[in-house]
């Protein structure tokens, strides 16, 4: 999802797409979808960066965007980083 969130935002900025409107339009998602999407690149870069390395295990996403987006709201990067901490602790637990 995050590597859509960042297709999209490059797709608006060139001008592809007029708005993030259009493009819940033309991929069939709600404009709510959309920013839900668009609010994950608030993740600080380092955190954005190991979401693309995770891979799923037996087709399962390691990470929800849900939470995901939980720590991209967390506010300060610092404060991202420390929740970032207590999600990927169980997640690397998990996948062993």
Known sequence: MLALAHH?????????VASAADVAAQLGFTRARVTHL?????????????????E?????EPLSERALRAIAHAGAWEAQRER????????????R
Not at 42 to 47: G, T
């Open 8 to 16: 999209v935002e490059a797709a608006i900025g060139r001008g592809l």
């Open 84 to 95: 970032w901490r207590g999600v990927l602790l169980p997640v690397h637990i998990d996948s």
């Open 38 to 54: 668009l609010a994950l690149q608030l993740l600080a870069p380092d955190i954005q960066e190991e979401v693309l390395f995770l």
């Open 56 to 60: 799923s295990v037996d087709g399962k």
